[in-house]
């Protein structure tokens, strides 16, 4: 088997490579725009079963949080899907809404931008091998 790409099939890996890590990078940065960090203690953690009984049964964590911001306190905010390591009473990093401190999710969620970079990663290592080696497959 012999799979053989053109350079300007490198280039093009390059171009979607770089393209996709200058997006996660914009993902990652603006995500927590507006957002301030503090310390929230867990109230307590609810489980919902999703199709409970089914093969497909998946279990979704919500941790309820209480917070303070300039004096005030928040309570039974729920940081929503959740890993299931929150413990009651344990203390847990959030960022709060700086426009509406009711609102608070948990941190280091980085969402789509995370996988975006890793997959530029990978397509800039595809591009650069193939341009180095002139194919990525020979037999």
């Known amino acids: 088997m012999r799979l053989r790409w053109s350079r300007k099939a490198a280039i093009w890996l390059a171009a979607l490579g770089a393209a996709l890590a200058v997006a996660g990078v914009v993902m990652l940065t ?4 507006g957002w301030k960090e503090t310390t929230a203690t867990v109230l307590h953690v609810d489980e919902t079963l999703l199709n409970a009984g089914q093969e497909n049964e998946q279990a979704v964590y919500s941790a309820f949080v209480e917070y303070t911001v300039d004096g005030r ?3 039974e905010v729920d940081l929503g899907g959740t890993r299931p390591e929150y413990r009651k009473g344990a203390s847990v990093a959030v960022l709060y809404d700086v426009a509406d401190p009711a609102r608070a999710k948990p941190k280091g969620q980085g969402g789509f931008g ?3 970079v ?3 990663a990978l397509l800039l290592i595809l591009a650069a091998t193939h341009w180095v080696k002139g194919g990525l497959i020979q037999h």
């Open 114 to 116: 995370v996988y975006a």
């Open 73 to 75: 306190l928040y309570t």
């Open 118 to 120: 890793g997959l530029s």
């Open 30 to 33: 603006t995500a927590n725009a």
